[in-house]
Structures are given as structure tokens and as C-alpha cells.
């Protein structure tokens, strides 16, 4: 008697399909099926960051720029619940356009391994490793000079969207204030744009979220189940960032940090409890909401009015903090 044909277990967004036999599909296409508005005024390019792994990042920066004013960087870690998502889908390639030229400045926009074939720590020591690449090119006597020749290595900002927002507060605690491992590079700052945090207990906004929200909890819930290691909750470490078996950041020194959400998002609740207990630490927050936007409104429509003035707080932040 022949075994069955597999069927299908779990889809995140048409774009993931896992199997009953353990076999996955992945879909060449992204799912945000939007033009690239490449106009010319934003220069960028590919390149290897990790060739173990075969991980590549994104540059970005003004087609204007010079060697005359060095411009600070910013990472932009993509989301998509550590599960799907890529530096090349063009709705992330278009807020990084956005991104190099309403800052100005360079833009690194660098992939990691993905769930569930690669869960987690993976997605967190690839967002590492895109960090050192940086400080390798810092310090290298072959630089790349198309990045080399305008970027100001001491003034780097890390940002992530949703799984990227995750990657980029464990980035945070690991380099500490002042990321003194990556010198000449210093960070700045970090900017968490709706991260994906969990935990065992809902919070009421996602207890009580609307079931056809952008990010819905059924989502919410089945990136957590792909990407967390076997065997494991939402209350490991690098999802809830006050768990009983996480990192006391009390004494942890942190970089400003720069925390938004939208009013509608599921994981509002969490990303507002994780800017107030940083707070009553004593480290420096600060917190956005948007009223009635819904998770990653920023990157689904990039001239809103709230995504508009989204792109002034970043700006104001970075100013901020550029010393």
C-alpha cells in the first residue's frame, strides 16, 4: 500500500508552504506585488556579506553623494515574522529608496536566514554578522570604496521592521552603548519600527486585535510556532524581552532607542510595555504610535501622512543623536 501524497500543514502569505512529509516550498515571487520605483536618484548594488551561509546585503545611497560629506548609515533589517521576507521584495526595496534619500544617508539592507529551516538564534547571528561586515570593511586595506568613499563609520544607526525591529533590539544588548567590539564603527542608535516581540501570556491587543488585521493573532502565532527552537515557547529570550529566563537589562548600558508602532497592530501592546520598562530603567526611549495605522503601514503605503511623518521622527532622531 503506497504512503499518501503530503499535504499542506502551514502557509505564511502564499509565499511558504511546509508539508506533512517536512518538505517546503518557497515561491520565487514575493508577496507584495508592487512595481520598484527606481527613479535613478538612489544608487545601489548587492554584495555577499556571508558566503558560508550564501547571505547577501543591500546598499543604498544618494546618487548626489560625495566624497566631500561623509553620511551616516542606516540599517533597515526586513520583517516578516523571521519566516518570509527578503532584502530584494520591492516593497522593501522601495522604503529603502525612500529611506537614502529623505535621510540622507547610506542604507544597508541585508537578509538572514529564515524559518523554519533556520530557527532561531540563526536570523539574530546573521543580523551580527551584517554588523561586522561593516566594521570589516572599516577596517579593511581593500575597501569597497563605492560604500567607503561616503559612509561615516562613526555614525551608524541600526533600525529593523517587525522580525528586523526583534533583530535590531538584540543587537542592541549585545553590543551595548557604544558597541565598543565593532570599532571604528560606533552605533548611534536604533530605531524598532513595530517589532516582534511575544511572550506565554496575550497582551490585550492581541487577545482582542481584529481577526482580519494585516498581522492577525492566527499569523502572529504561526510565525512564532515556525521560528522558535523545538520544544521552546514565546518566552524564550529572543522573543520576549522580560521573560523569566531572560537578560535583566536593568544594569545593561543600552544606545538611544527609538521604538513605533501603530495604534491598530496587534503587537502594540508589547512594543508600549518594552519603551515603559526601558524607561523606568533609566535608559533613553522613546516611543510613537500612530493612531488607527495597522503593523508595517509605513512600507504598505510610504506617502501617507503618518508614514510621511514617520520618515521626520527618524529623521529627528538620527539628528538627535549624530553628536
Given at each position: 500500500?503506497?504512503?499518501p501524497?503530503?499535504?499542506?500543514v502551514d502557509?505564511?502569505?502564499g509565499?511558504?508552504?511546509?508539508?506533512?512529509d517536512g518538505s517546503?516550498?518557497?515561491s520565487p515571487?514575493p508577496?507584495?506585488?508592487?512595481?520598484?520605483n527606481?527613479?535613478?536618484?538612489?544608487?545601489?548594488k548587492?554584495?555577499?556579506?556571508?558566503?558560508?551561509?550564501?547571505?547577501?546585503?543591500?546598499?543604498?545611497?544618494?546618487?548626489?553623494a560625495?566624497s566631500?560629506?561623509?553620511?551616516p548609515?542606516f540599517?533597515?533589517?526586513h520583517?516578516?515574522?523571521?519566516c518570509?521576507?527578503?532584502?530584494?521584495w520591492?516593497n522593501?526595496?522601495n522604503y529603502c529608496?525612500?529611506?537614502?534619500?529623505?535621510?540622507?544617508?547610506?542604507i544597508i539592507?541585508p537578509?538572514?536566514r529564515?524559518?523554519?529551516?533556520?530557527r532561531?538564534?540563526?536570523?539574530?547571528?546573521?543580523?551580527?554578522?551584517?554588523v561586522k561586515w561593516?566594521?570589516?570593511?572599516?577596517?579593511?586595506?581593500n575597501p569597497?570604496?563605492?560604500?567607503?568613499d561616503?559612509a561615516d563609520?562613526?555614525?551608524?544607526?541600526i533600525s529593523?521592521?517587525?522580525?528586523?525591529g526583534n533583530?535590531?533590539?538584540?543587537l542592541s544588548?549585545r553590543?551595548?552603548a557604544?558597541?565598543a567590539?565593532?570599532?571604528?564603527v560606533?552605533v548611534r542608535?536604533?530605531?524598532?519600527l513595530?517589532?516582534f516581540?511575544?511572550?506565554?501570556?496575550?497582551t490585550?491587543?492581541e487577545a482582542?486585535g481584529?481577526?482580519?488585521?494585516?498581522l492577525n493573532w492566527?499569523?502572529i502565532?504561526?510565525f512564532?510556532?515556525?521560528?522558535?527552537?523545538?520544544?521552546?515557547?514565546?518566552?524564550h529570550p529572543l522573543?520576549n524581552p522580560f521573560?523569566?529566563?531572560?537578560l535583566?537589562?536593568?544594569p545593561?548600558?543600552?544606545?538611544?532607542?527609538?521604538v513605533?508602532?501603530?495604534?491598530?497592530?496587534?503587537?502594540?501592546d508589547?512594543?508600549d510595555?518594552?519603551?515603559?520598562?526601558?524607561?523606568?530603567?533609566g535608559?533613553?526611549?522613546q516611543?510613537?504610535e500612530?493612531e488607527?495605522?495597522q503593523?508595517?503601514f509605513f512600507?504598505?503605503?510610504?506617502n501617507?501622512?503618518p508614514?510621511?511623518n514617520l520618515?521626520?521622527?527618524?529623521?529627528n532622531?538620527i539628528?538627535?543623536?549624530?553628536?
Open positions: 500500500m503506497s504512503n501524497p503530503p499535504y499542506e502557509e505564511c502569505r509565499v511558504l508552504r511546509i508539508y506533512s517546503i516550498w518557497r515571487n508577496s507584495f506585488n508592487v512595481p520598484v527606481d527613479d535613478g536618484s538612489v544608487l545601489w548587492d554584495v555577499v556579506f556571508d558566503p558560508l551561509h550564501n547571505l547577501s546585503l543591500r546598499l543604498y545611497k544618494p546618487a548626489t560625495t566631500a560629506v561623509k553620511l548609515i540599517y533597515y533589517i520583517g516578516g515574522g523571521f518570509i521576507g527578503s532584502r530584494a520591492p522593501c526595496q529608496f525612500k529611506l537614502a534619500s529623505e535621510l540622507q544617508a547610506v539592507s537578509d538572514y529564515l524559518a523554519p529551516e533556520n532561531l538564534p540563526a536570523a539574530i547571528e546573521d543580523g551580527f554578522m551584517a561593516l566594521q570589516a570593511q572599516a577596517l579593511s586595506e569597497d570604496t563605492w560604500l567607503t561616503v563609520f562613526g555614525k551608524v544607526f529593523g521592521d517587525s522580525a528586523g533583530i535590531a533590539h538584540n544588548v553590543l551595548g557604544g558597541s567590539e565593532l570599532g571604528p560606533q542608535g536604533y530605531v524598532l513595530a517589532p516581540f511575544g511572550g506565554t501570556m496575550l490585550k491587543s482582542e481584529p481577526k482580519d488585521a494585516f492566527e499569523l502565532d504561526r512564532w510556532r515556525l521560528s522558535i527552537p523545538i520544544g521552546d515557547t514565546t518566552d522573543v521573560g523569566p529566563d531572560s535583566n537589562l536593568d545593561v548600558a543600552l544606545d538611544p532607542i527609538l513605533v508602532c501603530g495604534g491598530s497592530d496587534l503587537l502594540k508589547r512594543a510595555e518594552y519603551a515603559k520598562r526601558l524607561k523606568d530603567m535608559k533613553e526611549i516611543y510613537v500612530y488607527n495605522q503593523h508595517g512600507t504598505i503605503d510610504p501617507s501622512e508614514s510621511k520618515m521626520l521622527v527618524i529623521r532622531f539628528t538627535k543623536y549624530l553628536g
